[in-house]
């Protein structure tokens, strides 16, 4: 069975780092357009990041890029966010989101294009 399962939320303060997870089972990792996306009530979900699969290519959101680092443990099949100088305005709910296509840059950051979604793994950022 295909899961994905995020973990590493939590609350910070401003400045601060996080580093999330996304533990992947019933397929490989690194066969899949692996991303993190975001929500927060009321809006839409944001694309964040992007590793391409077989690959170290990396997509960012504007908003996060120069903060956010994706990466992929091959031997451990986890896609990770590192997250560095949080804002309040990063406040949401993290989902890690799969899709297997050869055009992993195509739409990355619309939801839809993705057949796979962990639960979320909320993360609270204070001022």
């Known amino acids: 069975q295909e899961q994905l399962m995020e973990s590493g939320g939590g609350s910070v303060q401003a400045g601060g780092s996080l580093r999330l997870a996304c533990a992947v089972s019933?397929?490989?990792?690194?066969?899949?357009?692996m991303a993190w996306f975001r929500q927060v009530p009321g809006k839409e979900r944001e694309g964040v990041a992007l590793r391409y699969s077989g690959s170290s290519i990396s997509q960012y959101a504007d908003s996060v890029k120069g903060r956010f680092t994706i990466s992929r443990d091959n031997t451990k099949n986890i896609v990770y966010l590192e997250m560095g100088s949080l804002q309040p305005e990063d406040t949401a709910t993290y989902y890690c989101?799969?899709?297997?296509?050869?055009?992993?840059?195509?739409?990355?950051?619309?939801?839809?294009?993705?057949?796979?979604w962990g639960q979320g793994t909320q993360v609270t950022v204070s001022t």
């Open positions: 989101a799969a899709r297997r296509t050869w055009a992993c840059g195509d739409d990355w950051y619309s939801g839809g294009v993705y057949n796979h």
């Open positions: 019933g397929f490989v990792a690194s066969s899949y357009c």
